[in-house]
């Protein structure tokens, strides 16, 4: 599956995120260069622990204020699993999960009171004084009070993931659920569900879908045009270009409303209406000896990639579109400002997302320190069941940036 997958390495674009929780991205952490690469400088170990799925007695106090009728016709577990592979696990998660089901038109108006009674919690922390007393019972203060942050952090990433999972049901979009490959369907359940390319495509501007289509042509290459023809891939390349994409989609996003604006206002970049980019002049000067794309590179270039992984060469089916051109204006610290994934909640998600997609990836570090995933579970699945793979990432990439801003105008948890 070289042409599906290997193609995507050093298609990334730059993302970075804080060190302390990069190392815990089982999917989006590796190294080795059959892999693909996150120049990120700050990777010292690869973790595939998943957070503990503990519950929290976290207060729903005012979430019955919604008039929603949850009866359990409609799925007596109340389980989200017949719309999304992640299950949530919170108590306001588990609220929102039956009113995904049940009343998802009711989803915002849920949140919002959910989002209210979670900054009047937070208010109230900050109000508290430390106790004067020392030892044992400020320790035990500081220990409430970690626990109770971090509840809070549980619901407002449900909150999150919930409210991306309503805006993929307004688009009459069913997500991919969890993948499990069987001797009937080898591709996990992808390749059986119906196309639904059009409605994802009207979900982007045009000239971001004009991204998302050189996007798409890095990872299928020559097998762009060949829905039918069938590879095969371990669920930890799968699950690696899915999250991959999702950062995409999520930075593309961002650019696109920067790019939206500006043209708007029409104060766009002269750059942006030239004709066709020289891509192999704007990176070449970064390439090493050795054929590959440096971290400067790279992080420079949205769609940069490695020499001779894609058929056809360095740059290799590429599209000139305005957006595009837009993005390469870009010096290096507004491409990394928006190449920055911007609070922990949205990574994990990705994380959360991917994992519930493909599985805990069954993988060992050698000695050498590189992975070995050979004992990873293959699948195989059509180009086309990639692509829809893909384009689902993108998506949902771009639905994380809209919440993320949505929800942070109402509690204020982006750092940055």
Not at 71 to 76: E, G, I, L, T
Not at 179 to 199: C, F, H, I, N
Not at 366 to 388: A, H, N, W, Y
């Amino acid at each position: 599956m070289e042409a599906a997958t290997a193609t995507f390495i050093g298609s990334s674009i730059g993302i970075s995120r804080p060190a302390k929780f990069v190392a815990r991205l089982g999917f989006l952490a590796t190294n080795g260069q059959d892999f693909v690469r996150f120049p990120i400088k700050h990777y010292s170990s690869v973790s595939f622990s998943m957070p503990g799925h503990r519950r929290v007695a976290y207060g729903l106090r005012r979430c019955m204020e919604v008039r929603a009728s949850l009866s359990s016709s409609s799925d007596s577990s109340g389980s989200i699993a017949s719309i999304a592979p992640l299950q949530l696990e919170s108590p306001i998660g588990q609220f929102l999960s039956q009113i995904l089901i049940s009343h998802p038109h009711l989803v915002p108006a849920a949140v919002e009171q959910q989002l209210e009674q979670l900054q009047t919690d937070r208010d109230a922390e900050k109000q508290k004084e430390e106790p004067s007393a020392t030892g044992t019972d400020l320790v035990l203060y500081r220990r409430i009070a970690e626990v109770k942050a971090n509840e809070r952090r549980k619901a407002l990433e449900e909150i999150l993931y919930a409210l991306v999972v309503q805006k993929f049901m307004d688009a009459s979009v069913s997500l991919i659920p969890t993948m499990a490959s069987s001797s009937t369907d080898p591709s996990g359940g992808v390749d059986a569900r119906p196309s639904q390319d059009e409605k994802l495509e009207l979900l982007h501007s045009p000239e971001a879908y004009e991204m998302i289509q050189n996007h798409l042509a890095l990872i299928l290459g020559n097998q762009m045009g060949d829905s039918t023809a069938v590879a095969q891939i371990n669920k930890l390349r799968a699950g690696q270009v899915y999250a991959a994409s999702v950062m995409y989609g999520y930075f593309l996003k961002r650019a696109d409303q920067r790019f939206q604006l500006e043209k708007t206002m029409k104060i766009l970049p002269n750059a942006v209406d030239e004709g066709e980019t020289n891509i192999h002049k704007a990176a070449g000067q970064d390439v090493k000896a050795g054929g590959g794309v440096s971290y400067h590179a790279v992080s420079s270039h949205p769609e940069a990639f490695s020499d001779g992984i894609s058929p056809g060469g360095f740059g290799h089916g590429l599209k000139a579109s305005r957006l595009r051109n837009y993005v390469m204006s870009f010096d290096g610290e507004t491409l990394q400002r928006h190449a920055t994934i911007r609070s922990k909640e949205a990574v994990s998600i990705i994380e959360k997302q991917t994992e519930a997609l493909f599985g805990r990836p069954e993988i060992v570090i050698t000695p050498q320190g590189t992975i070995d995933s050979s004992e990873d579970e293959l699948v195989k699945i059509s180009f086309g069941g990639l692509k829809r793979l893909v384009l689902e990432a993108v998506t949902f990439g771009s639905f994380l940036w809209d919440v993320e801003s949505y929800v942070d105008s109402r509690y204020h948890f982006v750092l940055n």
